[in-house]
Structure formats: C-alpha cells, structure tokens
C-alpha cells in the first residue's frame, strides 16, 4: 500500500538521500584520482593492473549515478521502491574502491 507523504518528510528523504549518494560519488572520484596517480608513478605491468581496477570502479559507478538518476525522477512513492537497487550498486562499488584502495598501498 503506498505510503501518503507526511509533511514532505518523503520527498525530504528522498532529497537527503540523493545528496548523500551525489557526495559519496564525488568523495569515491577524489578517491580514484589519487589512485590514478599511484598507478601512473608505478611500472607497466602494475599501472595496467591499476588502470583495469579504476576502470571498473567507475562503470560500477556509472550505475549508481544512474540509479540515482531514476531515483531523482520517480515520485515520492516509487523513489522507494528504487533504493534497493541503489543500494546494491552502492555496495559494489565500495567493495572495489575498499579493495583498490587495500591494493594500491
């Protein structure tokens, strides 16, 4: 049953939440450039390896973006419904970056 709004505290939650997913996003981008100039300070075979991990952190966050894309869009009452996927986009990309960043020191 969909839930009513209850003094826009929906749609506030929905804003607070894609503010923190857009801040994680920008954090995790300062994240990557400075593992990117690791990578480029380190020898072909090692920069290779770095360059194919930071690549694949940003497709996964390319699915974040986008589902805070279809978050932004959706209404009040489906925005919800959205989360779960975001979440999941979210956590993949943490386990990355966490395992990028346990890699690159």
Do not use: C
Request: glycine letters at 2%.
């Amino acid at each position: 049953m969909p839930r009513e709004p209850q003094n826009g505290i929906n749609i506030m939650n929905k804003d607070l939440y894609l503010k923190k997913l857009h801040a994680q996003l920008d954090e995790w981008n300062a994240d990557l450039d400075r593992l990117k100039a690791k990578a480029d300070k380190a020898n072909a075979d090692t920069k290779i390896k770095y360059e194919d991990q930071i690549s694949s952190i940003r497709e996964r966050m390319s699915v974040v973006q986008k589902k805070a894309e279809e978050i932004q869009n959706a209404n009040e009452n489906a925005w919800e419904d959205l989360k779960e996927g975001a979440e999941n986009a979210w956590n993949s990309v943490k386990e990355a970056m966490d395992k990028a960043k346990k890699n690159f020191k």
